[in-house]
């Protein structure tokens, strides 16, 4: 029987200067499709990481190393929600209530719920 051990390379400051860069220029291509939704997105998905994952949040600004590969997801996130407010804009029924759940299934973040999910 033998058992393998993976050892993770400990993040330096160079995976930190790396993932700032790719968060940057994910966030400029985002911002290259969708020039009048771009930051209305980004406000929301910040209002919502800062209280659901402050690890993502972080990562999404370009502020921590990315140890957990989130970025895909949090770009890819920010390029859906910019969609959706372009439609929003053009006549199609997005709520707000539609974005954050949006959000926050994308990223599989926590839903509130009330009283604990108990109903009556």
Not at 14 to 34: I, N, P, Q
Not at 44 to 57: E, F, S, V
Not at 87 to 114: M, N, T
Request: proline residues 2%.
């Amino acid at each position: 029987m033998s058992f393998f051990f993976f050892e993770a390379a400990p993040m330096t400051y160079y995976d930190y200067l790396e993932d700032k860069e790719y968060a940057a220029e994910m966030d400029s291509k985002v911002r290259a499709d969708y020039p009048r939704h771009a930051d209305e997105a980004r406000a929301l998905m910040n209002k919502i990481l800062r209280r659901a994952d402050k690890q993502q949040w972080l990562v999404f600004n370009g502020e921590a190393c990315d140890r957990n590969f989130d970025l895909g997801g949090l770009a890819t996130t920010h390029r859906y929600v910019s969609s959706l407010l372009e439609c929003r804009d053009k006549g199609q029924p997005v709520s707000e209530q539609y974005l954050e759940s949006a959000v926050r299934a994308c990223l599989g973040l926590g839903f509130a719920v009330i009283k604990g999910g108990q109903t009556g």
